[in-house]
Every structure is written in C-alpha cells, then in structure tokens.
C-alpha cells in the first residue's frame, strides 16, 4: 500500500467519522452502495496479488473476519432516532471506541503477517479496502436491520435541490417483511433524540 493510499483511506474514513459523530439523515442507498464499491475495490487489489499462498488466504480471512465481526458490533452503537418524519443516524463514543480497536487490531496483526512471510504480509497488506469494506458492509446491515423494525420512515436517496427524499418500494417491502416477522413499531429512543 503506498503512502497515497494510506493517506486516502485515512482522510476518507475520518470524513465518514466526522459526518456521523455529527448526524446525518439514513440514506440506505448511500449506506450499502459504499462498502460494496470498497469492497469490489479490494477484490481487485488482492487479485493484483495473486498467485496467493495458503499463509495468505488465511491471514486476508482473519484480517476480513475481524473487520466483520467490530463492523456488527459497531452496528449495534449507532445511534437512530428520527428528525422531520426521517429516520437519521449518529456515531456514538462507543461506535469511535470499535473503529479504534479495529485499527489497533489490524496493526497488531502486521508483525503476525511478517512473521509468516513477507509475500503474505504483502497481500494481506492489499486486502485492507476489502476488509473496510466489508467491516462497514456488516455495520450498515445491522443499522438497516433496526432501522428495518422503527416506525420512522427510512429514507433510500436523498432529495436533491428541494426535491422530496426518495424511499424505495423494494427497500418497503423487505421492512414490511421485518417488522411483520416480528420486531416492528417501536421506537428505541426518548422524545428528545436529536
């Protein structure tokens, strides 16, 4: 990874931090296009790696698996509450707490893959976007998820120039399915959320 990269990832995560420790209306769209873009990103970075040792594989798994696993915890912090009829989110201390012992965890795992081997440490270097990637894909699934079971309105895309936000009929349905499963209508927060 070259020091242009580190730079991006590092401005581009901290600008999400910053939004979100602020507030921001739930845009799902936004919400899943994102990690899946990271995501498609990373797997083409690991290819630019290939032939991969079994070493490899294995530390590019856990290093993604971690990310996974802080990403659904990470999820579980957010918090929502609505404003103006729409559901909106906002990062909590506890949500920056797991992204800083993702990044701690993650940079004690470098001196794992040297000692492994150089080549492994090289490729599991060129996962990084992946493993953000799917770290923020498990954290939106479990955002929409509770967000799924509110009574607030979940917006899909935001209005643009005074247009109306946008909701998706697919996106409805599915929280239809939800909420009908068994989890719908209440509202996790007091009165005076925001």
Partial sequence: ?????????????????????IGELLQAKAMLVAPVVLSVVGVFRVRDALPLSAAAIALIAAGCLLSVVVGLLRGTTVHLGERDGVLWMRYRVSTLLLWLVNGVLKVAMIPVEHAVS????????????????LGVLAETLVV???????????VWEKGQDGTPHRTSPA?????GWVRDAGGGGQ??????DW
């Fill in 1 to 21: 990874m070259s020091p242009l990269d580190i730079v991006l990832i590092v401005g581009g995560v901290g600008y999400v931090l910053a939004r979100r420790m």
């Fill in 118 to 133: 150089p080549a492994s440490a090289h490729a599991a270097n060129q996962a990084v976007l992946l493993s953000i990637g």
């Fill in 144 to 154: 929409l998820g509770r967000a799924m079971r509110t009574g607030s309105t979940v």
């Fill in 171 to 175: 996106f409805d349905q599915v929280r």
């Fill in 187 to 192: 509202r996790p927060w007091g009165p005076r």
